[in-house]
Protein backbone atom coordinates (compact mmCIF):
# COMPACT_ATOMS: atom_id res chain seq x y z
CA UNK A 1 0.00 0.00 0.00
CA UNK A 2 2.63 2.65 0.72
CA UNK A 3 3.96 1.60 -2.80
CA UNK A 4 1.01 2.50 -4.46
CA UNK A 5 0.71 5.47 -2.50
CA UNK A 6 4.50 6.72 -3.59
CA UNK A 7 3.75 5.68 -7.25
CA UNK A 8 0.35 7.89 -7.29
CA UNK A 9 2.13 10.94 -5.28
CA UNK A 10 5.25 10.81 -7.12
CA UNK A 11 3.28 10.48 -10.44
CA UNK A 12 0.85 13.00 -10.47
CA UNK A 13 2.81 15.82 -8.36
CA UNK A 14 5.74 16.67 -9.90
CA UNK A 15 6.87 18.73 -7.09
CA UNK A 16 6.43 16.19 -5.09
CA UNK A 17 9.01 14.18 -7.52
CA UNK A 18 11.62 17.11 -6.66
CA UNK A 19 11.04 17.02 -2.88
CA UNK A 20 11.15 12.96 -2.35
CA UNK A 21 13.85 11.85 -5.07
CA UNK A 22 15.01 9.52 -2.31
CA UNK A 23 11.94 7.87 -2.18
CA UNK A 24 11.29 7.90 -6.07
CA UNK A 25 14.41 5.65 -7.11
CA UNK A 26 13.51 2.44 -4.94
CA UNK A 27 9.98 2.63 -6.34
CA UNK A 28 11.10 2.83 -9.78
CA UNK A 29 13.27 0.46 -9.00
CA UNK A 30 10.72 -2.22 -8.42
CA UNK A 31 8.40 -1.38 -11.19
CA UNK A 32 11.06 -1.31 -13.86
CA UNK A 33 12.10 -4.74 -12.47
CA UNK A 34 8.64 -5.86 -12.41
CA UNK A 35 8.47 -4.71 -16.37
CA UNK A 36 6.01 -2.21 -15.36
CA UNK A 37 4.60 -0.09 -18.52
CA UNK A 38 3.64 3.97 -18.29
CA UNK A 39 -0.04 2.62 -19.48
CA UNK A 40 0.19 -0.24 -16.73
CA UNK A 41 0.91 2.71 -13.90
CA UNK A 42 -1.63 5.22 -15.74
CA UNK A 43 -4.54 2.32 -15.27
CA UNK A 44 -3.49 2.23 -11.66
CA UNK A 45 -3.51 5.64 -11.14
CA UNK A 46 -7.11 5.73 -12.35
CA UNK A 47 -8.29 3.07 -10.51
CA UNK A 48 -7.09 3.71 -6.75
CA UNK A 49 -7.79 7.74 -7.45
CA UNK A 50 -10.25 8.98 -4.67
CA UNK A 51 -13.70 8.79 -6.99
CA UNK A 52 -15.78 12.12 -7.15
CA UNK A 53 -18.78 10.27 -6.58
CA UNK A 54 -17.51 8.63 -3.12
CA UNK A 55 -16.06 12.22 -2.35
CA UNK A 56 -18.89 14.28 -2.95
CA UNK A 57 -21.92 13.19 -1.18
CA UNK A 58 -24.54 16.26 -2.00
CA UNK A 59 -24.70 19.07 -4.44
CA UNK A 60 -27.05 21.94 -4.83
CA UNK A 61 -26.85 23.91 -7.81
CA UNK A 62 -28.59 27.28 -8.08
CA UNK A 63 -31.15 26.14 -5.23
CA UNK A 64 -31.85 22.71 -6.68
CA UNK A 65 -30.43 18.99 -5.13
CA UNK A 66 -28.54 17.99 -7.92
CA UNK A 67 -26.58 14.41 -8.41
CA UNK A 68 -23.04 15.30 -7.94
CA UNK A 69 -21.56 13.18 -10.61
CA UNK A 70 -23.75 15.63 -13.57
CA UNK A 71 -22.10 18.67 -11.93
CA UNK A 72 -18.43 17.48 -11.40
CA UNK A 73 -15.85 15.05 -13.64
CA UNK A 74 -12.24 13.62 -12.80
CA UNK A 75 -9.90 15.75 -14.41
CA UNK A 76 -5.81 16.28 -14.29
CA UNK A 77 -4.81 19.28 -12.85
CA UNK A 78 -1.06 20.23 -11.74
CA UNK A 79 -1.77 19.04 -8.27
CA UNK A 80 -3.12 15.27 -9.73
CA UNK A 81 -6.44 14.15 -10.78
CA UNK A 82 -9.08 15.93 -9.13
CA UNK A 83 -13.13 16.76 -9.18
CA UNK A 84 -13.76 19.88 -11.60
CA UNK A 85 -17.05 21.56 -12.17
CA UNK A 86 -17.89 23.77 -14.75
CA UNK A 87 -14.68 23.02 -16.74
CA UNK A 88 -15.06 24.43 -20.64
CA UNK A 89 -11.70 22.17 -21.78
CA UNK A 90 -10.12 19.05 -20.44
CA UNK A 91 -8.08 17.02 -21.32
CA UNK A 92 -9.52 12.85 -21.45
CA UNK A 93 -6.34 10.38 -20.66
CA UNK A 94 -6.78 8.11 -23.72
CA UNK A 95 -8.38 10.88 -26.55
CA UNK A 96 -7.33 14.01 -27.81
CA UNK A 97 -8.33 17.70 -26.32
CA UNK A 98 -12.27 18.47 -26.39
CA UNK A 99 -14.38 21.05 -25.14
CA UNK A 100 -17.11 19.23 -22.61
CA UNK A 101 -20.41 20.15 -22.24
CA UNK A 102 -22.25 23.70 -22.24
CA UNK A 103 -20.69 25.35 -18.79
CA UNK A 104 -23.00 26.41 -16.47
CA UNK A 105 -24.32 29.78 -15.67
CA UNK A 106 -25.14 31.62 -12.74
CA UNK A 107 -27.16 34.94 -13.42
CA UNK A 108 -28.20 35.62 -9.69
CA UNK A 109 -25.94 36.07 -6.71
CA UNK A 110 -26.39 35.42 -2.98
CA UNK A 111 -25.76 32.28 -0.97
CA UNK A 112 -28.70 30.39 -2.57
CA UNK A 113 -27.94 30.81 -5.57
CA UNK A 114 -24.68 29.20 -6.20
CA UNK A 115 -23.21 26.18 -5.70
CA UNK A 116 -23.25 24.20 -2.28
CA UNK A 117 -21.38 21.11 -1.92
CA UNK A 118 -20.44 18.70 0.96
CA UNK A 119 -17.37 16.17 0.91
CA UNK A 120 -16.08 13.43 2.38
CA UNK A 121 -12.30 13.42 3.43
CA UNK A 122 -12.92 9.68 4.56
CA UNK A 123 -9.87 10.07 6.86
CA UNK A 124 -9.62 6.30 7.49
CA UNK A 125 -9.25 5.70 4.00
CA UNK A 126 -6.88 8.35 3.37
CA UNK A 127 -3.43 5.82 2.27
CA UNK A 128 -4.15 6.53 -1.15
CA UNK A 129 -4.28 10.56 -0.94
CA UNK A 130 -1.59 12.60 -2.90
CA UNK A 131 -1.38 15.41 0.14
CA UNK A 132 0.17 15.83 2.66
CA UNK A 133 -2.31 17.00 4.94
CA UNK A 134 -6.23 16.79 6.21
CA UNK A 135 -8.75 17.95 3.69
CA UNK A 136 -9.45 20.13 0.06
CA UNK A 137 -7.51 22.07 -2.06
CA UNK A 138 -9.82 24.38 -4.18
CA UNK A 139 -9.60 26.72 -6.93
CA UNK A 140 -12.05 29.35 -7.99
CA UNK A 141 -10.65 29.88 -11.82
CA UNK A 142 -11.75 30.66 -15.37
CA UNK A 143 -13.29 27.93 -17.02
CA UNK A 144 -11.07 27.52 -20.36
CA UNK A 145 -8.51 27.52 -18.17
CA UNK A 146 -6.11 24.14 -17.00
CA UNK A 147 -6.31 24.04 -13.51
CA UNK A 148 -3.68 25.05 -11.17
CA UNK A 149 -4.35 24.69 -7.67
CA UNK A 150 -1.12 23.65 -7.01
CA UNK A 151 -0.33 27.19 -7.46
CA UNK A 152 -3.41 29.25 -6.54
CA UNK A 153 -5.56 27.57 -4.60
CA UNK A 154 -6.85 27.03 -0.78
CA UNK A 155 -7.78 24.68 1.70
CA UNK A 156 -10.51 23.59 3.36
CA UNK A 157 -10.16 21.03 6.05
CA UNK A 158 -12.47 18.87 7.48
CA UNK A 159 -15.27 20.01 9.92
CA UNK A 160 -15.33 23.17 8.25
CA UNK A 161 -18.19 25.45 6.78
CA UNK A 162 -16.68 27.61 4.11
CA UNK A 163 -18.37 30.50 2.92
CA UNK A 164 -16.56 31.31 -1.08
CA UNK A 165 -17.88 34.75 -1.98
CA UNK A 166 -16.92 35.65 -5.81
CA UNK A 167 -16.54 38.89 -6.53
CA UNK A 168 -15.86 39.11 -11.22
CA UNK A 169 -13.51 41.43 -12.64
CA UNK A 170 -13.74 42.03 -16.16
CA UNK A 171 -10.85 43.48 -18.29
CA UNK A 172 -12.33 44.51 -22.05
CA UNK A 173 -9.93 45.75 -24.52
CA UNK A 174 -10.96 48.70 -27.54
CA UNK A 175 -10.45 47.26 -30.45
CA UNK A 176 -8.28 50.46 -31.42
CA UNK A 177 -5.85 49.06 -29.34
CA UNK A 178 -5.61 45.78 -31.58
CA UNK A 179 -5.84 48.16 -34.73
CA UNK A 180 -2.51 50.18 -33.19
CA UNK A 181 -0.57 46.94 -33.46
CA UNK A 182 1.68 47.75 -30.24
CA UNK A 183 4.48 46.12 -29.47
CA UNK A 184 3.83 43.24 -26.58
CA UNK A 185 6.55 45.50 -24.34
CA UNK A 186 4.11 48.62 -24.65
CA UNK A 187 1.02 46.49 -25.06
CA UNK A 188 1.53 44.06 -21.80
CA UNK A 189 -1.27 41.96 -22.91
CA UNK A 190 -1.90 39.25 -25.59
CA UNK A 191 -5.26 39.28 -27.53
CA UNK A 192 -7.46 36.19 -27.72
CA UNK A 193 -6.95 35.55 -31.18
CA UNK A 194 -3.12 34.82 -30.55
CA UNK A 195 -3.01 31.08 -31.08
CA UNK A 196 -1.58 28.20 -28.95
CA UNK A 197 -0.33 25.09 -29.90
CA UNK A 198 -2.41 22.85 -27.77
CA UNK A 199 -4.88 24.77 -25.77
CA UNK A 200 -7.90 26.35 -27.29
CA UNK A 201 -8.43 29.91 -25.54
CA UNK A 202 -5.25 31.96 -24.66
CA UNK A 203 -4.92 32.58 -21.10
CA UNK A 204 -1.84 33.25 -19.04
CA UNK A 205 -1.97 30.18 -17.14
CA UNK A 206 -2.71 28.07 -20.31
CA UNK A 207 0.43 29.51 -22.04
CA UNK A 208 2.42 28.92 -19.26
CA UNK A 209 1.38 25.27 -19.30
CA UNK A 210 2.35 25.29 -22.81
CA UNK A 211 5.81 26.81 -22.12
CA UNK A 212 7.00 24.27 -19.31
CA UNK A 213 5.41 21.37 -21.24
CA UNK A 214 7.99 22.94 -24.53
CA UNK A 215 10.94 23.30 -22.04
CA UNK A 216 9.98 19.65 -20.80
CA UNK A 217 10.47 18.27 -24.29
CA UNK A 218 13.30 19.94 -25.25
CA UNK A 219 15.35 19.01 -21.53
CA UNK A 220 13.37 16.07 -20.87
CA UNK A 221 12.19 14.78 -24.03
CA UNK A 222 9.03 14.15 -21.84
CA UNK A 223 6.06 15.04 -20.41
CA UNK A 224 4.01 13.96 -17.65
CA UNK A 225 0.59 11.96 -18.76
CA UNK A 226 -1.39 14.08 -17.75
CA UNK A 227 -0.70 17.37 -19.25
CA UNK A 228 -4.01 18.70 -21.76
CA UNK A 229 -1.62 18.66 -24.58
CA UNK A 230 -1.09 16.61 -27.88
CA UNK A 231 -0.80 12.97 -27.11
CA UNK A 232 1.98 12.51 -29.83
CA UNK A 233 4.42 14.17 -26.93
CA UNK A 234 5.80 11.05 -25.20
CA UNK A 235 5.02 11.08 -21.82
CA UNK A 236 7.49 10.20 -19.26
CA UNK A 237 7.86 7.44 -16.76
CA UNK A 238 9.17 7.63 -13.13
CA UNK A 239 12.82 8.47 -14.18
CA UNK A 240 12.04 11.25 -15.96
CA UNK A 241 10.20 13.32 -13.31
CA UNK A 242 13.10 14.64 -11.39
CA UNK A 243 13.78 16.18 -14.57
CA UNK A 244 10.04 17.52 -15.28
CA UNK A 245 10.47 18.77 -11.58
CA UNK A 246 13.61 20.44 -12.36
CA UNK A 247 12.04 22.43 -15.61
CA UNK A 248 9.33 23.28 -13.54
CA UNK A 249 11.43 24.96 -10.53
CA UNK A 250 13.95 26.50 -12.93
CA UNK A 251 10.52 28.29 -14.64
CA UNK A 252 8.97 29.58 -11.07
CA UNK A 253 12.96 30.74 -10.57
CA UNK A 254 12.17 32.82 -13.64
CA UNK A 255 15.53 30.89 -15.75
CA UNK A 256 13.30 30.05 -18.37
CA UNK A 257 11.26 33.24 -19.76
CA UNK A 258 7.80 32.48 -21.01
CA UNK A 259 6.77 35.70 -22.00
CA UNK A 260 2.88 34.90 -20.82
CA UNK A 261 1.19 37.98 -20.43
CA UNK A 262 -2.75 38.71 -19.12
CA UNK A 263 -4.99 38.19 -22.11
CA UNK A 264 -6.16 42.06 -23.43
CA UNK A 265 -9.70 40.09 -22.46
CA UNK A 266 -9.60 38.67 -19.26
CA UNK A 267 -11.81 37.77 -15.93
CA UNK A 268 -10.05 37.48 -12.59
CA UNK A 269 -12.29 35.85 -10.01
CA UNK A 270 -11.71 37.15 -6.50
CA UNK A 271 -12.74 35.57 -3.65
CA UNK A 272 -13.25 36.19 0.11
CA UNK A 273 -13.42 33.70 2.50
CA UNK A 274 -15.29 32.88 5.38
CA UNK A 275 -16.01 29.78 7.89
CA UNK A 276 -17.42 28.18 10.61
CA UNK A 277 -17.90 24.75 12.88
CA UNK A 278 -19.24 22.15 10.44
CA UNK A 279 -21.96 20.47 11.16
CA UNK A 280 -23.58 23.26 12.99
CA UNK A 281 -26.93 22.88 15.04
CA UNK A 282 -28.92 23.72 11.70
CA UNK A 283 -27.65 20.99 9.94
CA UNK A 284 -29.63 18.24 12.13
CA UNK A 285 -32.95 20.50 12.35
CA UNK A 286 -33.10 22.07 9.34
CA UNK A 287 -34.84 18.82 7.69
CA UNK A 288 -31.38 18.12 5.44
CA UNK A 289 -31.42 14.44 6.30
CA UNK A 290 -35.00 14.61 4.98
CA UNK A 291 -34.59 15.90 1.96
CA UNK A 292 -31.22 13.35 1.20
CA UNK A 293 -33.51 10.54 2.21
CA UNK A 294 -35.96 11.81 -0.53
CA UNK A 295 -33.57 11.38 -3.62
CA UNK A 296 -34.49 8.18 -5.35
CA UNK A 297 -31.24 6.76 -5.30
CA UNK A 298 -29.56 7.65 -2.02
CA UNK A 299 -27.57 4.71 -1.24
CA UNK A 300 -27.35 3.44 2.40
CA UNK A 301 -23.93 3.83 2.66
CA UNK A 302 -24.58 7.75 2.10
CA UNK A 303 -27.46 7.86 4.69
CA UNK A 304 -25.35 6.19 7.30
CA UNK A 305 -22.46 8.98 6.89
CA UNK A 306 -25.27 11.44 7.14
CA UNK A 307 -26.55 10.22 9.92
CA UNK A 308 -23.48 9.84 12.09
CA UNK A 309 -22.50 13.06 13.93
CA UNK A 310 -18.96 12.14 15.00
CA UNK A 311 -18.14 10.82 11.57
CA UNK A 312 -19.66 14.25 10.00
CA UNK A 313 -17.70 16.28 12.07
CA UNK A 314 -14.48 14.81 11.69
CA UNK A 315 -14.85 14.19 7.70
CA UNK A 316 -17.01 15.99 6.42
CA UNK A 317 -16.74 19.95 5.31
CA UNK A 318 -19.99 22.06 3.38
CA UNK A 319 -18.57 24.29 0.92
CA UNK A 320 -20.67 27.58 -0.50
CA UNK A 321 -19.71 28.99 -3.61
CA UNK A 322 -21.32 32.21 -4.42
CA UNK A 323 -21.52 36.01 -5.92
CA UNK A 324 -21.21 38.17 -3.59
CA UNK A 325 -23.36 41.18 -5.47
CA UNK A 326 -25.43 41.85 -8.57
CA UNK A 327 -22.62 43.71 -9.98
CA UNK A 328 -18.87 43.36 -12.02
CA UNK A 329 -15.92 45.19 -11.33
CA UNK A 330 -15.29 45.88 -15.01
CA UNK A 331 -11.99 47.37 -16.23
CA UNK A 332 -11.14 49.00 -19.52
CA UNK A 333 -7.62 48.62 -21.80
CA UNK A 334 -7.93 52.31 -24.19
CA UNK A 335 -5.24 53.77 -25.55
CA UNK A 336 -4.23 57.25 -24.15
CA UNK A 337 -3.88 58.47 -26.93
CA UNK A 338 -4.78 58.03 -30.41
CA UNK A 339 -4.63 59.66 -34.20
CA UNK A 340 -8.26 60.85 -33.90
CA UNK A 341 -7.59 62.55 -30.31
CA UNK A 342 -4.75 64.84 -32.44
CA UNK A 343 -7.73 65.95 -34.58
Known amino acids: MKELQSIIRLMTRIDAAYLNEGELNPVRDKLESANFTLQEIRKVILKTVYPCDEMLLHCIWKGVIKECKDLFQLRPTDEGLCCVFNSAVYKNLYKNNRRSR ?6 SHGLNLG ?20 GFKILVGHSEEFPDPGKRGFLAGPGMEL ?31 FKLKWLP ?15 MMKICGCRPFYYPVSSNLKSCNLRGYPCLANVTMMIRRLEIQCGCEDACDNIIYHVELSHAVFPGYGFYNGGFLESIKNIGNASSDKLEKFSNRTYNSENLSRLHFFYKDAYVIHYIRDLRLAWEDFI
Open 102 to 107: NVERSE
Open 115 to 134: LTVILDSNLDDYALTTSRYN
Open 163 to 193: YTAITPAITSTEPRVESADLPLEKLMCRFNS
Open 201 to 215: TYTSASCLLECETEA
